[in-house]
């Protein structure tokens, strides 16, 4: 899932020391399980070791959604185009990790399927590139749309059902490190037998929405206010429903043409 | 024999702001968002509400005071009486969640 991203000296400064590890002891012998661990204490309950990859990631965004207070945190998958970036805040199974898979596939970058990152000084988003969660039927759906994709096997029973992880394009690992200018906030909303329509959604309504996906806004108080104010201000709102992701890239597309 | 009519009392009550130095508004057409930094809670609140919450920042009023300012938002059609009981249930509801006060009753 990391073939592409760099490795660190062992000396080198890092924010977070994490590890995934087997637990001992006869019981684990029999049912083996994993723990993740955050600067060396353990955290969470131990899982099954075929949950180790998932464990993983789900402990990064812990670690980044419980620290990263630099930023102002939003629970929403961000990708980008020409150096604008559209942030897909939403619900578990408002369908934004599908899209926002469908959509790296057919040529955005990918800054993240799970945490926005908003600078506060110069309002851009940061990228944190990483595997792709997949859940469920989605994890059908991504393979059949994007056949060349990188993906682990399924892992079923977790607390989100069966996920699997996806590799990020190999542009977008190699543009990791760019913010984009966010244009766009669009809702997703996936229902199976929905058409594809985009439209305009109300700005006041955006604005509560990320209040409550973001993790953080409290902590930052008027400040956290005043920048959410600024982003609505910066980008296009909208509500998508759809059903179909070559609807959704073809929708897209349009949008960053300038055609919607 | 004519209906039994009540005279209309003026009510000389002036609302006006918790804290106006705490709170910060931003609107769209569709509404306002009010954060108050006091408590840290945020608020969505209609056009109109957010409005009554605009002119109070400026200045404390009566709910009359708050009519003639706000025309905008009634059909004419409407009756004093009922303009002014809207706009007091809106007051009420920013007093409930701590925004604005009441003062001066008689």
Redesign the interface.
């Known amino acids: 899932m990391y073939a592409g991203f760099d490795t660190c000296p062992e000396d080198a400064f890092a924010d977070f020391h994490v590890a995934v590890i087997r637990e001992s002891g006869l019981l684990n012998w029999m049912k083996p399980r994993a723990r993740f661990y955050f600067d060396g204490r353990p955290s969470f309950i131990p899982l099954p070791v075929s949950q180790s990859f998932a464990m993983l990631e789900w402990g990064l965004n812990w670690c980044v959604a419980a620290h990263g207070h630099q930023y102002l945190i939003i629970h929403a998958a961000v990708i980008e185009r020409e150096g604008r970036a559209a942030i897909l805040p939403g619900a578990p199974g408002a369908g934004k990790s599908t899209l926002c898979a469908g959509l790296i596939n057919r040529g955005w970058r990918l800054l993240s399927d799970e945490l926005a990152l908003l600078d506060l000084d110069s309002g851009l988003v940061c990228g944190m590139c990483r595997p792709v969660n997949l859940k469920n039927a989605s994890i059908d759906v991504i393979r059949r749309f994007a056949p060349h994709a990188v993906m682990t096997g399924p892992v079923p029973d977790t607390t989100k059902g069966t996920i699997a992880l996806m590799r990020p394009p190999e542009e977008s690992i190699a543009a990791r490190d760019a913010p984009a200018r966010p244009a766009w906030i669009i809702v997703p909303d996936y229902s199976p037998e929905a058409s594809p329509e985009l439209v305009p959604h109300d700005r006041a309504l955006a604005f509560m929405l990320l209040a409550e996906q973001s993790f953080n806004y409290d902590i930052h108080g008027k400040n956290g206010f005043a920048a959410v104010g600024r982003l609505i201000d910066a980008c296009h709102c909208y509500r998508f429903s759809y059903s179909n992701l070559e609807d959704a890239v073809r929708i897209f597309d349009r949008l960053a043409g300038g055609c919607e | 024999m004519l209906p039994e009519t009540k005279p209309v009392q003026p009510d000389s009550s002036r609302w006006s702001p918790l804290d106006p130095d705490n709170l ?1 508004l ?8 009010v ?1 108050n ?1 006091l408590s ?1 809670d ?1 608020h ?1 609140l209609s056009p109109l509400a957010g409005d009554i919450l605009h002119q109070l920042k400026t200045a404390p009023a009566t709910r009359e005071q708050l009519l003639g300012a706000l025309p905008d938002h009634f059909r004419e059609e409407k009756e004093s009486d009922e303009k002014l009981d809207i706009i007091e249930i809106i007051l009420h509801d920013l007093q409930a969640i701590d925004l604005v006060i009441c003062s001066g009753r008689h």
């Open positions: 910060q931003r609107s769209w057409d569709s509404g306002t968002v954060y930094g840290g945020t969505l």
